[in-house]
């Protein structure tokens, strides 16, 4: 990660080169870490928590707040398989190309979304497709 600190991939280059994997999968690792260990407060805090409040008005209080974290956490735990996708992707050199068209997801959309399997046309197609099913 230490070469790759003051890179960032540019059009220029070619696209998904050695160098821009390199840089995505540093990404998604790093990503991945910060969840984990996130993930570990959050337990550690649950548990230390665990304590009986004899005001109502608290236990219920902390019963929200745990529910609120406990939901945060199965999201988190769900975007870690899509780290683990992406990270495959890399592996599989199928990585940075959308599922939909084959061709190439803009690196901006790469950079704010590493784990995207769509292009931005491609997304908002699909969005669409479920706003009119949703709809129904």
């Not at 956490?73 to 939909?100: F, M, P, V």
């Not at 803009?106 to 931005?120: D, G, N, W, Y």
Request: with cysteine; charged share 40%; glycine share 2%.
């Amino acid at each position: 990660m230490e070469k790759l600190k003051n890179y960032r991939p540019s059009e220029k280059e070619p696209f998904m080169n050695d160098r821009q994997r390199d840089y995505f999968r540093a990404k998604l690792l790093a990503w991945k870490d910060e969840i984990l260990r996130e993930s570990k407060i959050t337990l550690q805090t649950l548990q230390e928590e665990n304590v009986n409040h004899p005001d109502l008005a608290d236990r219920a209080s902390s019963e929200t707040d745990r529910a609120i974290e406990l939901r945060a956490r199965d999201r988190q735990r769900k975007l870690i398989s899509k780290i683990d996708a992406a990270l495959q992707r890399i592996e599989d050199n199928t990585y940075g190309y959308c599922e939909e068209t084959g061709e190439p997801i803009s690196l901006k959309r790469l950079e704010a979304r590493p784990i995207a399997t769509l292009s931005v046309e491609a997304q908002e197609r699909h969005e669409k497709r479920e706003k009119v099913y949703r709809d129904e």
